[in-house]
């Protein structure tokens, strides 16, 4: 249980990511945002692919692409309902995804999983419908989609990464093929419309986001690494509620009831998704 504990610190890694990218989204688009955060990423991992002698090369590239692709695609989507939502929901809706993916392996991979696991998805979706419904405004259907959709593309990517590392991949390899991905994306966008304009008092927070969501990976490839996979999993939750309280806090941003009805309904069937689906292993 201690060495889960990794996974809480992650979760308060990416709740604060998340409270820094609202913050200068007025300033920055999402490109600019991706490409900012999967540099910095890059930077570091590295930096600790050198110091643990990690080799670049790879003998399954179409693999890696497919899985960065289905990433960098989710936080594009995931940015975007920052932006346009409270932290605590696009946060919320993007931990959609061990439902999706318990989704994925009924009708993609044909498994045959308990009727537990149609219960969790049934409570993870009248979670959703909770939370859009009745707090919504018109303006906010478009960033609610890009949510769900960021929650759809991160279970397609935890997927990816689960047969990257039954191939015998680094998870380091992987992150790395992941955030030279990020950057290569990031940069095509920006220069085919143009980099958003940086002062100083921007650059802190870009610095912030970016080394925090590195920190954040970190740290979740460490309570994985060394703690329970099921009791990691449903951990990661915490960075909703880490996200719910800096919102609240840093933000001013009370959610509504329903709102709040909502994200325990959708953490209730992530968690007994994770619990009775067999794919519960995540290095994001």
Same mark, same amino acid.
Not at 28 to 56: E, T
Not at 152 to 181: K, M, N
């Given at each position: 249980?201690?060495?889960?504990?990794?996974?809480?610190?992650? @979760?308060?890694? /990416?709740?604060?990511?998340?409270?820094?990218?609202?913050?200068?989204?007025?300033?920055?688009?999402?490109?600019?945002?991706?490409?900012?955060?999967?540099?910095?990423?890059?930077?570091?991992?590295?930096?600790?692919?050198? %110091? %643990?002698?990690?080799?670049?090369?790879?003998?399954?590239?179409?693999?890696?692409?497919?899985?960065?692709?289905?990433?960098?695609?989710?936080?594009? /989507?995931?940015?975007?309902?920052?932006?346009?939502?409270?932290? &605590?929901? &696009?946060?919320? #809706? $993007? +931990?959609?995804?061990?439902? /999706?993916? &318990?989704?994925?392996?009924?009708?993609?991979?044909?498994?045959?999983?308990?009727?537990?696991?149609?219960?969790?998805?049934?409570? @993870?979706?009248? @979670?959703?419908? !909770?939370?859009?419904?009745?707090?919504?405004?018109?303006?906010?259907? #478009?960033?609610?989609?890009?949510?769900?959709?960021?929650?759809?593309? !991160?279970?397609?990517?935890?997927?990816?990464?689960?047969?990257?590392?039954?191939? @015998?991949?680094?998870?380091?390899?992987?992150?790395? +093929?992941?955030?030279?991905?990020?950057?290569?994306?990031?940069?095509?966008?920006?220069?085919?419309? %143009?980099?958003? +304009?940086?002062?100083? &008092?921007?650059?802190?927070?870009?610095?912030?986001?970016?080394? =925090?969501?590195?920190?954040?990976?970190?740290?979740?490839?460490?309570? +994985?690494?060394?703690?329970?996979?099921?009791?990691?999993?449903?951990?990661?939750? !915490?960075?909703?509620?880490?996200?719910?309280?800096?919102?609240?806090?840093? =933000?001013?941003?009370?959610?509504?009831?329903?709102?709040?009805?909502?994200?325990?309904?959708?953490?209730?069937?992530?968690?007994?998704?994770?619990? /009775? $689906?067999?794919?519960?292993?995540?290095?994001?």
């Amino acid at each position: 249980m201690l060495h889960s504990m990794w996974m809480v610190v992650a @979760g308060f890694c /990416f709740a604060l990511m998340g409270v820094l990218i609202k913050h200068v989204s007025d300033k920055l688009a999402v490109p600019d945002v991706l490409f900012y955060r999967s540099l910095i990423n890059l930077v570091i991992v590295i930096f600790l692919m050198r %110091q %643990q002698r990690i080799a670049f090369s790879t003998q399954v590239p179409l693999l890696h692409v497919r899985r960065a692709m289905m990433g960098n695609l989710a936080l594009v /989507f995931m940015f975007y309902a920052i932006a346009h939502l409270s932290i &605590a929901t &696009a946060t919320t #809706l $993007n +931990y959609t995804n061990p439902i /999706f993916l &318990a989704l994925l392996s009924i009708f993609l991979f044909k498994e045959k999983p308990t009727w537990l696991v149609y219960v969790a998805v049934l409570i @993870g979706f009248v @979670g959703i419908v !909770t939370i859009l419904r009745p707090s919504f405004l018109p303006d906010q259907y #478009l960033g609610g989609l890009a949510g769900l959709t960021s929650g759809l593309l !991160t279970a397609v990517a935890y997927y990816s990464v689960g047969v990257l590392v039954r191939r @015998g991949e680094s998870e380091l390899r992987v992150v790395f +093929y992941f955030s030279l991905t990020g950057v290569a994306l990031g940069l095509v966008w920006l220069l085919s419309t %143009q980099f958003a +304009y940086v002062d100083l &008092a921007t650059v802190p927070y870009i610095v912030g986001f970016g080394v =925090l969501g590195s920190l954040g990976q970190l740290c979740m490839t460490r309570a +994985y690494g060394l703690g329970k996979a099921l009791t990691t999993s449903a951990l990661s939750y !915490t960075t909703v509620i880490f996200s719910a309280l800096l919102s609240w806090l840093l =933000l001013n941003d009370t959610p509504a009831l329903s709102t709040v009805l909502g994200i325990v309904l959708i953490i209730v069937g992530g968690v007994m998704s994770m619990v /009775f $689906n067999s794919d519960t292993r995540r290095t994001f």
